[in-house]
């Protein structure tokens, strides 16, 4: 099933899913339909790219934090995948 999502900038690593969403549901990106690699609950995000162990994770345009490991797009991205340093002092 399509899912609606949100990207505000064209360099988000990330989309914002605007539904519950479902492991093989899908989104619109603009490389073209993503089939999600896990269940992502309303307003959680979504890595629209592929990135490797530490690559930076852009939403809004901003990086908001890391990926620990090397990840897949279609993959939910959280605090269990991301590290968080913003605002840590």
């Not at 609606?4 to 988000?12: E, F, G, M, N, V």
Request: aromatic content about 4%; charged content about 30%.
């Amino acid at each position: 099933m399509l899912r609606r999502s949100l990207q505000i900038s064209p360099a988000d690593s990330v989309k914002t899913v605007l539904e519950d969403s479902f492991r093989g549901d899908t989104i619109d990106t603009p490389d073209g339909p993503l089939t999600l690699l896990d269940d992502v609950e309303f307003a959680h995000k979504v890595l629209i790219k592929d990135l490797h162990a530490g690559d930076p994770v852009i939403k809004y345009g901003e990086e908001i934090g890391r990926v620990k490991a090397d990840t897949p797009r279609g993959t939910w991205i959280h605090t269990h995948n991301m590290s968080c340093e913003r605002g840590r002092r």
